[in-house]
């Protein structure tokens, strides 16, 4: 007989409910992270099946435990703990102490980082000597390494079971507030498949930098916009009757071709995240240049992003890559962006409503300026999104749309 039951969030949530309790863990401002606990296992469910999560330790790994294998208490590690609690609030982050029972319990300062970034999470990982940390997006589960030979790979799975009370081994106890001692529960993954994208990616980046030719780039981004001007209206009548038939309008059309200069610093920004990559290649990752901006009623949001996709494959254009930036923890911008290729050239889609539109051209502009600046620091450009993740939050979420995504088989 199992031991472990297959998560599932048991209470149905209304949607101002779930909302009210996904926005009490979302990211914070830097700075104003905080320690806060778990309500109950309702709550905890909502959290392992719907948001983005990382599990970190500062405790000792397994090459520490084998020299001083009774040291738990040392003086390093409560810095090290301290030193993770201190980050993880600077980075805002909401987080919440947990107990972790892998052959013994890791009492030693295990926490779980809601509304998680995959980045800081590795990052934090490296900093603060752990083998391995974990992340898991909306049910998705990674297991990270970051030491050793094989830094950047992860073992991979998806969901969580419940765990009894009275189990051995391989769980994460949470306390709750809401009752009087913890609930387990363990995260699924297939142990016998690791993928290495990251060790790719490092590898990648380990490639000898390219030395670029600015005339070449200024180059390129005249050829980029001579071809865009060419086609920018045909692509818009090829858009139009799928939009407009299923209740969307257009907005910004002003905007519907990047100009050269936008162009030329696109180029530029590819190169310093790509820098082994000679000119021409840098043009397969710009695909913006012909852009288009619907608008969608919030109440029917999703009902009417799908039938326009549909609509949209149905007469032709290929619908090559579609991204839900509403799910929680997903960049500091709220639409969804479809990738299309009209003619084999590519075309980028964006779904707003009329109130993330306002918030995307009015409000949040110069702070996106900032953060794709290639002169800002680090701290400006952090800085500058944690103030656009600060006014996107209070605007209206269109019923189910945290949790849709588009099924590219379909395409």
């Given at each position: 007989e199992s031991t472990q039951e297959e998560g599932k969030q048991g209470k149905e949530y209304t949607e101002e409910e779930r909302d009210r309790i996904l926005r009490k863990y979302a990211?914070?401002?830097?700075?104003?992270?905080?320690?806060?606990?778990?309500?109950?296992?309702?709550?905890?469910?909502?959290?392992?099946?719907?948001?983005?999560?990382?599990?970190?330790?500062?405790?000792?790994?397994?090459?520490?435990?084998?020299?001083?294998?009774?040291?738990?208490?040392?003086?390093?590690y409560r810095k090290r703990h301290e030193e993770l609690r201190q980050a993880l609030k600077e980075k805002g982050y909401v987080f919440t102490q947990v107990l972790g029972r892998y052959g013994d319990f890791e009492d030693s300062f295990l926490v779980m980082t809601h509304d998680a970034e995959r980045d800081d999470l590795v990052e934090l990982g490296k900093r603060m000597n752990q083998s391995s940390v974990i992340f898991c997006d909306h049910g998705q589960n990674e297991l990270i390494t970051t030491r050793g030979d094989k830094i950047?790979?992860?073992?991979?799975?998806?969901?969580?079971?419940?765990?009894?009370?009275?189990?051995?081994?391989?769980?994460?106890?949470?306390?709750?507030?809401?009752?009087?001692?913890?609930?387990?529960?363990?995260?699924?993954?297939?142990?016998?498949k690791e993928h290495t994208e990251d060790v790719k990616k490092e590898a990648e980046e380990k490639k000898p930098e390219y030395t670029i030719d600015p005339e070449k780039v200024k180059q390129h981004a005249e050829t980029l916009y001579d071809e865009g001007r060419d086609r920018v209206d045909k692509n818009y009548h090829a858009i139009k009757k799928s939009i407009v038939r299923n209740g969307g309008s257009f907005r910004g059309l002003e905007y519907r071709l990047k100009t050269r200069e936008s162009i030329h610093r696109g180029l530029l920004r590819e190169h310093k995240r790509h820098p082994h990559?000679?000119?021409?290649?840098?043009?397969?990752?710009?695909?913006?240049?012909?852009?288009?901006?619907?608008?969608?009623?919030?109440?029917?949001?999703?009902?009417?992003?799908?039938?326009?996709?549909d609509d949209l494959t149905s007469s032709g254009v290929e619908v090559v890559k579609v991204s839900n930036f509403w799910r929680r923890g997903k960049g500091c911008y709220k639409g969804v962006n479809a990738k299309l290729r009209i003619d084999g050239k590519p075309v980028e889609l964006q779904f707003?409503?009329?109130?993330?539109?306002?918030?995307?051209?009015?409000?949040?502009?110069?702070?996106?300026?900032?953060?794709?600046?290639?002169?800002?620091?680090?701290?400006?450009?952090?800085?500058?999104?944690?103030?656009?993740?600060?006014?996107?939050?209070?605007?209206?979420?269109?019923?189910?749309?945290?949790?849709?995504?588009?099924?590219?088989?379909?395409?």
């Open positions: 990211k914070r401002e830097p700075g104003k992270g905080i320690e806060t606990e778990i309500a109950d296992e309702d709550e905890l469910g909502l959290i392992l099946s719907h948001t983005k999560f990382g599990l970190i330790s500062a405790g000792p790994n397994d090459d520490e435990k084998e020299l001083n294998p009774i040291d738990f208490d040392q003086e390093r950047g790979s992860a073992v991979t799975g998806e969901g969580f079971s419940w765990v009894p009370p009275d189990a051995d081994e391989n769980f994460t106890a949470v306390y709750l507030e809401g009752r009087n001692g913890t609930v387990n529960f363990a995260l699924n993954f297939n142990w016998d990559l000679p000119e021409d290649k840098l043009l397969d990752h710009v695909d913006d240049v012909c852009r288009f901006t619907c608008i969608l009623s919030p109440y029917t949001y999703q009902e009417t992003l799908i039938k326009t996709l707003h409503t009329p109130e993330t539109y306002d918030i995307k051209q009015n409000k949040t502009h110069k702070y996106f300026e900032i953060a794709r600046s290639l002169t800002a620091t680090k701290d400006q450009k952090d800085e500058a999104k944690a103030r656009i993740k600060e006014i996107y939050r209070s605007c209206k979420y269109p019923p189910r749309i945290e949790n849709w995504h588009w099924d590219n088989s379909k395409s």
